[in-house]
């Protein structure tokens, strides 16, 4: 059996695999921001390489708004989103109902043990996860069995090294230092997106099967400095971030409380800014 050292580990993908920690948890802080997701601005990547009826797995689908919108493209073809939070499917299930998409399906499942046979879809999509396993290379060959044989894996992940801010602020500096301390203790790898390639190439695509590309998400507006900063504020108070903190003994309230303070300040100063590169990855199994 193989063990699981960290993040940047290759094993021979055998079970079973640790129960990882969801560094963020499923709190309302954490599912605004899911729900502001869409294809476009999460996936537009992959985008060019949809078309009708093709199936689809979207993994980690969390509230399904992307999900919804690979439905709408490829539609008459299935889209499944899974994750591991029963809470978090039933909403992604409102989500495809209050918007009339009926061609998607929601399916609780662990990406290390996917339950579908091999070669089952045309393209498997995964937008923030790997950065949260304990063991990414084996979760891309597991994502690599079910897609067919030229069918196509779309990974995604943000780079919290490479997040950037104006002005400078101290709290800010915390608050990235403590989030990467936190997913430490849990095994997982914040820095995931300028990684994927060699994950990706770990898990056994060939080099000229693989396309690399970088996006970039930036809040600067009043409306988004106001949004972002309000549900990072939140986050160190109440979300499982917050929690694991805590319970790690890496930060205590007070140092929360001032990390949550400098968020709303950064979120008022009208030259504020912020903006998170992300690694994106297709790949052809």
């Known amino acids: 059996m193989s063990t699981t050292t960290?993040?940047?580990?290759?094993?021979?993908?055998?079970?079973?695999?640790?129960?990882?920690?969801?560094?963020?948890?499923?709190?309302?802080?954490?599912?605004?921001?899911?729900?502001?997701?869409?294809?476009?601005?999460?996936?537009a990547y992959l985008l060019p390489h949809l078309r009708e009826g093709l199936s689809v797995l979207d993994v980690g689908c969390g509230p399904g708004t992307i999900t919804v919108?690979?439905?709408?493209?490829?539609g008459p073809?299935?889209?499944?989103?899974?994750?591991?939070?029963t809470a978090v499917l039933e909403q992604a299930r409102e989500t495809a109902a209050n918007q009339g998409v009926r061609n998607v399906e929601f399916v609780e499942a662990d990406v290390y043990?996917?339950?579908?046979?091999?070669?089952?879809?045309?393209?498997?999509?995964?937008?923030?996860?790997?950065?949260?396993?304990?063991?990414?290379?084996a979760a891309l060959r597991e994502i690599r069995r079910v897609t067919r044989p030229g069918g196509l894996v779309a990974v995604r992940d943000a780079d919290y090294a490479a997040m950037a801010w104006y002005p400078e602020s101290q709290e800010l500096t915390e608050w990235n230092e403590l989030y990467h301390?936190?997913?430490?203790?849990?095994?997982?790898?914040?820095?995931?997106?300028?990684?994927?390639?060699?994950?990706?190439?770990?898990?056994?695509?060939?080099?000229?099967?693989?396309?690399?590309?970088?996006?970039?998400w930036c809040y600067a507006s009043d409306a988004d400095r106001a949004w972002w900063g309000d549900l990072w504020a939140e986050?160190?108070?109440?979300?499982?971030?917050?929690?694991?903190?805590?319970?790690?003994?890496?930060?205590?309230?007070?140092?929360?409380?001032?990390?949550?303070?400098?968020?709303?300040?950064?979120?008022?100063?009208?030259?504020?800014?912020?903006?998170?590169?992300?690694?994106?990855?297709?790949?052809?199994?």
């Open 113 to 137: 043990d996917l339950p579908f046979a091999d070669g089952s879809f045309d393209i498997v999509h995964a937008h923030q996860v790997l950065q949260h396993l304990s063991d990414p290379v």
């Open 235 to 285: 986050r160190c108070l109440s979300s499982q971030f917050g929690m694991q903190a805590r319970a790690t003994g890496l930060a205590d309230d007070v140092a929360l409380e001032e990390i949550a303070r400098g968020w709303r300040q950064w979120a008022q100063d009208e030259d504020g800014w912020f903006s998170i590169t992300h690694g994106e990855v297709l790949a052809r199994a």
């Open 6 to 43: 960290g993040p940047d580990a290759v094993t021979d993908g055998s079970k079973p695999h640790p129960k990882d920690s969801y560094t963020h948890g499923h709190h309302d802080s954490v599912l605004r921001s899911h729900r502001w997701r869409t294809a476009e601005n999460s996936a």
């Open 69 to 74: 919108d690979l439905a709408r493209t490829v």
């Open 181 to 216: 301390e936190v997913a430490a203790a849990n095994g997982a790898q914040p820095d995931a997106g300028r990684r994927l390639v060699s994950w990706v190439r770990a898990a056994g695509f060939a080099d000229e099967a693989i396309t690399a590309s970088a996006g970039v």
């Open 77 to 85: 073809g299935v889209v499944t989103g899974i994750d591991t939070s």
